[in-house]
């Protein structure tokens, strides 16, 4: 179809700006705008038909002249925006489905090959002019903020992007989640079981040090992603436990790690402390939880039948090296797949005594269950310490001394 032509049919359908009727031909006239190049295909369609050259008025009735108040949209953008820390934006909208409809009539009607659908040069017109006005720039990939325009509302959403950090964290205190979690009897609804606080403990890691993130950096959340996590019983000592913090709609973005450090130490003091290493992405996250650690136990072991240490000592070292079957235990089967896994025992020996009980460290592979390996949980786990020994064998404390991450930098 010639060029003539294809103006021709396309303005048979209703008068358009050059906007749209340079869009519906959108790869043709490289480096123009769409407002040029629809300019230019008027000057071209007046040139052949020789006729007087007309600038476009009236109304369009693809976009109902949209693209004259890309300025204004700017300015919403703007005042939507204040009060936000931010470097970077991205511009995305919800078209009405009319306008949609009616450039895809045309494409399919006409069998357009090129065209551009509005949203797309919405997105960028506007981005450009509010870029122009703030002096922030688009970023596609990462942007601080995505704001989305709404045409039939008349309005502007600011989503704000997270912001993430990576730390260790140590936990002094036993009774205590790594994460929240929601009271069992409500499901966080709130009820007299929770006293009406909807969790069913009243603090975690994750809110111990959320709490003060949160106020600093004016968020709505705080989200722990961390490289495995212990018991709710277990202390999390030694060098600490690798984890990501996911800072949930922040309306400051910048800060001293230092200072959100001593922030977080200070509020969650003689429970939680944290040491804060850098900044991070959110696809760092898939990548801790991804990376399987070894980790070191230490443990207090009490025997029934008061076992000589010698004997002790040797079923525990019958145990270094071993590959242990472990059978989902009893305590987690209700909300893990029911089947047997391999462990590696990488090295345990006997550390000493306290009040009549054994001190042990064990280092295991990712994901062996370490008070199973112990008490043999009624034969799901083979062998086991209280097999080796043909005595009821438990664990009274277990602390987390360290966690190996294999790709850490």
Same mark, same amino acid.
């Given at each position: 179809m010639e060029l003539d032509e294809a103006v021709e049919k396309i303005l048979a359908y209703g008068a358009c700006c050059d906007h749209c009727l340079g869009r519906f031909m959108g790869k043709r006239g490289h480096g123009l705008s769409n407002g040029e190049r629809g300019r230019a295909f008027r000057i071209y369609r007046a040139i052949a038909q020789n006729l007087k050259y007309?600038?476009?008025?009236?109304?369009?009735?693809? *976009?109902?002249?949209?693209?004259?108040h890309i300025h204004e949209w700017a300015e919403h953008i703007a005042v939507a925006c %204040?009060?936000?820390?931010?470097?970077?934006?991205?511009?995305? *909208?919800?078209?009405?489905?009319?306008?949609?409809?009616?450039?895809?009539?045309?494409?399919?009607?006409?069998? %357009?090959a090129d065209p551009e659908p509005i949203k797309s040069e919405i997105n960028r017109e506007v981005g450009k002019a509010f870029s122009a006005m703030s002096g922030k720039e688009a970023d596609f990939k990462n942007p601080d903020i995505v704001v989305l325009l709404d045409f039939a509302k008349d309005a502007v959403d600011v989503q704000i992007n997270p912001v993430f950090f990576y730390g260790r964290y140590r936990k002094y205190e036993r009774g205590i989640p790594q994460t929240h979690w929601d009271c069992r009897a409500c499901r966080g609804a709130g009820c007299e079981m929770c006293n009406f606080t909807g969790k069913q403990y009243q603090d975690s890691v994750e809110e111990l040090i959320g709490r003060p993130v949160t106020s600093m950096f004016s968020a709505k959340n705080a989200i722990l992603h961390g490289a495995g996590r212990e018991d709710i019983d277990a202390r999390m000592i030694g060098t600490g436990r690798p984890f990501i913090l996911e800072v949930v709609t922040p309306k400051r973005r910048t800060a001293d790690l230092?200072?959100?450090?001593?922030?977080i130490n200070q509020s969650a003091e003689g429970r939680v402390s944290v040491v804060l290493s850098r900044w991070c992405v959110r696809a760092e996250v898939e990548t801790l939880k991804s990376n399987k650690a070894h980790k070191k136990y230490r443990i207090i072991v009490n025997v029934e039948g008061a076992p000589s240490a010698a004997e002790f000592a040797k079923a525990v070292k019958s145990l270094t090296g071993a590959i242990?079957?472990?059978?989902?235990?009893?305590?987690?089967?209700?909300?893990?797949?029911?089947?047997?896994?391999?462990r590696r025992v990488l090295d345990i020996e006997c550390t000493g005594e306290d009040a009549g009980r054994f001190i042990i460290e064990v280092t295991g592979e990712a994901g062996l269950y370490i008070k199973e390996l112990i008490s043999g949980d009624n034969g799901r786990t083979r062998p086991s310490l209280s097999e080796m020994l043909g005595l009821p064998t438990r664990v009274t404390s277990l602390d987390v001394v360290m966690v190996e991450e294999r790709k850490e930098e």
């Open positions: 007309e600038p476009f008025s009236g109304s369009c009735w693809i *976009c109902n002249n949209f693209f004259d %204040l009060g936000i820390e931010y470097t970077t934006f991205l511009v995305g *909208c919800r078209v009405p489905p009319l306008i949609s409809e009616s450039e895809e009539m045309v494409w399919s009607d006409l069998s %357009l230092t200072e959100v450090e001593t922030a242990i079957h472990q059978r989902t235990p009893e305590r987690v089967a209700h909300r893990r797949a029911d089947k047997i896994r391999e």
